[in-house]
């Protein structure tokens, strides 16, 4: 019975101890031709293992980037390049085209262990260029 209770006594402070935070914020924003949207999911764990504080976490990221026009305006399109900056990084990605491209919408995704983490405020800056155009926007947290 002693064990017992030293087990049940055990698992109560492990649990008391430990906290888990999850953490699902989508950012949108767009500008005259383009729109887009930064779904960012992640946990956060602490605990306590052997007397110390404990902190893990991971997540994972999509970014999709569309097109609000026709697709038909893009036919003539040579080359797409696209970049996002947050507090954790960026992403940049370059598209050349010999053929029209099939869609208007564009995306690219990602996940980590441990690294930086997305805030609730965060403000993500994204560039468009488009053979001779391009254009800025931010995204914002839509649930704020």
Known sequence: M????????????????????YNDYKFSGESKYWEAEYSYKGTERWGEKDGQRTYSNEDSYQFILKYKGSIEELSSLK???Y????????????EEYTEPP???????????????KIRVDEVIKVNVKWDDFEESFEL???SR
């Open 2 to 21: 002693k064990k017992i209770t030293t087990f049940l006594i055990a698992i109560t402070l492990l649990i008391a101890c430990s906290k888990t935070t």
């Open 102 to 116: 099939s869609t208007r919408t564009f995306s690219s995704s990602g996940s980590s262990k441990g690294g930086a």
């Open 140 to 142: 914002h947290n839509d």
């Open 79 to 81: 080359k797409l390049e």
């Open 83 to 94: 970049s996002y900056e947050t507090n954790r990084g960026h992403g940049k990605t370059t």
